[in-house]
């Protein structure tokens, strides 16, 4: 495990802040006690930052340079992936293929932002006079990425390589059940010869080190991923400060299965959609809107594969389903089902801790099916953002649609059917972020990804997630070599 240290500015200290203790949720042995950041800490992070990002040493590179610095990360990541899975498994009990995966992704996605910084272009544009016009692009200077628990690699990849491509200094939050793989990042990045101050990795809690983050003059974005709540209120002490925000925030996403979609094949999707990292994903599919004709035959179809899904420990390559991240975290899971039962939802499967020796010294809860409720109930409206699909059946296509917006979140839905003119219809007409047609939770670091309502503002990825860390800037270049005609005769009088 990474040791008890900080990494602020360009150098390993001790934190001055509150301990953080992370554990192994298969069994709940103890990972590392950490340290983690004072606000004293922060403020001279925030200090090394501004520093480093104003020194033409880094900030007059040229876009090819500031890329090598992001290829060798990647580079650095790639070769580190199964220490990275192994870190990242320890901290959050996800399994190890899993975190490999997201430990390749993160490396791609470094790549990628370095590609894009070579080849990114800014635009001479048409004049309407005798001058040249340019829109440019440049630096927003210090930027601070929150970043949440469920999959810390990937998810800081996804904020700090474009924040770094884009010329800034970035200043990283991990969460504090997750801290380690986010320290593994630091000395992959201090090893590229990234210049010092220009990062920093800095645990600790949301009311000091996040609240910090958020409003210190000097930091002039922040980037978060996570629960909606925070997620306002870091907009609203970002508008006291008329600071650009990205949120990527919570969801209640719909998958909704026609009576002519490949059954199978939707069969395996919706299962992959909500149990797949045990549920614990922004964007799983967590509500199931099945048509009415093949409701019956399609959840007991459903049920049965899910009673086969193999929970087990992280480390086991058969296990599908792995331990949920902490004992807190599966109360309130558990206590959404009870709200569920206590709404009249009927359950099919699931509904408890699985029973067994490997199963009680771990934090596991088994795959979860509820039906009985209309789209009113709390399970309906509220993200649980773990192993627990609720069930619903629908009429026709405009009472799925109806069902799958009848939401506060937009962030993505899942659309099976053969007929591609119905669900180019059904993704038009749904909001949210993503649609998946005929699979589901499938990424390309190349797609924009984000929300819509209460799932967030703004994208990631894509070749615009590097401009969503820069700053736009006009030039104008006159060419006429005259003085301006408003002022030419009282020029030629002073003369």
């Known amino acids: 495990m990474p040791p008890d240290l900080l990494y602020l500015g360009g150098e390993w200290r001790p934190g001055r802040g509150a301990e953080i203790t992370s554990i192994f949720p298969a069994d709940r042995s103890l990972n590392r006690v950490l340290h983690g950041a004072s606000r004293d800490d922060v403020i001279e992070a925030i200090e090394r930052a501004a520093a480093a990002q104003r020194d033409p040493a880094w900030r007059n590179l040229k876009a090819h340079e500031r890329a090598t610095s992001l290829y060798r990360i990647a580079q650095g990541i790639a070769e580190a992936a199964d220490r990275i899975a192994h870190i990242q498994s320890r901290d959050t009990g996800k399994t190890l293929k899993e975190t490999r995966a997201l430990a ?161 094949v939707a069969l395996a999707g919706v299962l992959f959609g909500i149990f797949s990292s045990s549920g614990q994903s922004c964007i799983a599919g967590s509500r199931l809107l099945v048509e009415r004709s093949i409701y019956g035959a399609f959840v007991q179809k459903l049920v049965s594969a899910t009673e086969r899904l193999v929970v087990g420990h992280p480390f086991d390559p058969a296990t599908q389903v792995a331990p949920l991240v902490h004992d807190d975290h599966r109360d309130s899971v558990a206590d959404h089902v009870k709200i569920g039962l206590d709404e009249g939802a009927t359950l099919l499967t699931g509904g408890a801790p699985p029973r067994g020796e490997i199963y009680d010294q771990g934090i596991y809860y088994a795959p979860t099916i509820l039906a009985g409720v209309d789209n009113a109930a709390r399970i309906c409206r509220e993200e649980i953002f773990g192993p627990v699909l609720v069930v619903m059946p629908f009429a026709d296509e405009a009472e799925a649609v ?38 589901y939770k499938q990424f390309s670091v190349a797609t924009p990804f984000g929300g819509v309502r209460d799932s967030g503002l703004g994208r990631e990825k894509g070749r615009d997630g590097l401009r969503a860390y820069m700053t736009q800037k006009s030039y104008y270049v006159d060419t006429s070599e005259r003085p301006h005609p408003w002022a030419a005769a009282s020029i030629g009088s002073a003369a």
């Open 402 to 439: 109806a069902l799958a917006n009848d939401s506060d979140f937009g962030l993505a839905c899942g659309v099976w059917t053969r007929d591609l003119l119905r669900a180019r219809r059904v993704g038009g007409a749904v909001a949210a972020g993503t649609v998946w047609i005929n699979t």
């Open 104 to 264: 390749l992704s993160a490396a791609g996605t470094f790549r990628y932002f370095a590609a894009v910084l070579e080849t990114a272009e800014d635009a001479l544009t048409p004049s309407r006079g005798d001058y040249l016009s340019v829109s440019a692009h440049e630096p927003i200077g210090v930027v601070a990425a929150i970043t949440p628990w469920n999959s810390p690699i990937a998810s800081d990849a996804q904020k700090v390589a474009p924040a770094l491509a884009a010329g800034n200094a970035v200043l990283l939050k991990p969460a504090s059940w997750s801290p380690l793989v986010s320290l593994e990042l630091a000395r992959i990045v201090e090893a590229s010869g990234l210049p010092k101050g220009l990062f920093s990795v800095l645990p600790g809690s949301g009311a000091v080190v996040g609240d910090l983050l958020v409003s210190h003059p000097a930091v002039g974005k922040v980037s978060f991923t996570g629960g909606t709540e925070v997620g306002r209120g870091i907009a609203r002490k970002a508008a006291d400060k008329m600071m650009p925000v990205s949120l990527e925030l919570g969801g209640k996403s719909a998958t909704i299965v026609f009576a002519d979609a490949d059954l199978e």
